[in-house]
């Protein structure tokens, strides 16, 4: 069992749709963090939280520290939100450990 | 842009052979963070490295290895290349040590290829 699970796997939505992408972990953690890997492959750092919610524009991040659970939603979901979706924790040692991602796909 | 910076943007290579893959974290970033991510793997945490000094070492093989130097920059070494040994490779930079509160700045990534 990973230590790091992220749910769906791949996700199609329409544009505009409101989205969710969950992320557990079995690790014990104070923190937990949030990347895009855009298709060319590049990896942007959206949200690192260790409680409550976090927002940009219209991305929501949550986490549930006690129930070892996080949720990214995007709102209002657009074609340029394409991209895979990666939840990482740290783990022993302080190392981070990584979902195996989340594929996106918004349609005009 | 990141502000994190690697060299060279992609290699291609032949089995046995040595490669050294760079990086330069951002300004005023002392932490530096090697990942690997292959294709059946996803992303592994390689190495971390903090104002020179080795901090963390993950699922890095003995075939590898890093150093940062004193301006901070980074270089991976990758020897006796297998063809297992394909895969993207990122560095990260942050300003503190400990990745339970620091966020990491990913660079663009080195893309090697393995023949």
């Known amino acids: 069992k990973n230590e790091v699970e992220q749910s769906p796997q791949n996700l199609t939505a329409q544009e505009g749709e409101f989205i969710t992408i969950n992320c557990s972990y079995s690790v014990g953690i104070s923190a937990l963090h949030w990347l895009q890997q855009h298709p060319g492959g590049g990896i942007v750092s959206l949200f690192m939280?260790?409680?409550g919610k976090k927002k940009h524009g219209r991305l929501i991040a949550t986490i549930n520290i006690q129930e070892k659970h996080s949720s990214l939603h995007i709102t209002a979901s657009h074609p340029r939100d394409s991209a895979v979706y990666i939840c990482?924790?740290?783990?022993?040692?302080?190392?981070?450990?990584f979902g195996t991602g989340t594929r996106l796909q918004v349609f005009p | 842009d990141s502000g994190v910076t690697q060299t060279p943007k992609h290699l291609i290579t032949a089995t046995g052979q040595r490669v050294t893959l760079r990086c330069s974290p951002r300004s005023g970033d002392l932490s530096v963070y090697w990942y690997q991510q292959s294709l059946d793997q996803g992303l592994q945490f390689l190495i971390q490295?903090?104002?020179?000094?080795?901090?963390a070492k993950g699922n890095i093989l003995e075939r590898f290895s890093a150093q940062q130097f004193p301006d901070l920059h980074s270089e991976l070494n990758l020897s006796s290349l297998e063809l297992g040994d394909s895969a993207l490779y990122f560095c990260?930079?942050?300003?503190?040590?400990?990745?339970?509160?620091?966020?990491?700045?990913f660079g663009p990534g080195t893309r090697l290829t393995v023949l």
């Open positions: 990260a930079s942050s300003v503190g040590l400990a990745a339970k509160v620091d966020t990491q700045y």
């Open positions: 939280l260790s409680s």
């Open positions: 490295y903090y104002n020179g000094e080795e901090r």
């Open positions: 990482a924790a740290p783990g022993e040692g302080d190392k981070l450990i």
